[in-house]
């Protein structure tokens, strides 16, 4: 896998986290943790 498909498939996985987490705090909590 190149680089850039990398970064394509992590910003792919944070959208979808973002997206998964309905519940602001715990959106905060999650990004804080990364």
């Given at each position: 896998?190149?680089?850039s498909s990398w970064?394509?498939?992590q910003e792919l996985v944070h959208?979808?986290?973002y997206y998964r987490?309905?519940?602001s705090a715990e959106r905060?909590?999650?990004y804080?943790?990364?």
């Open positions: 896998m190149t680089g970064c394509k498939a959208i979808y986290e987490t309905q519940n905060r909590f999650l804080k943790h990364n």
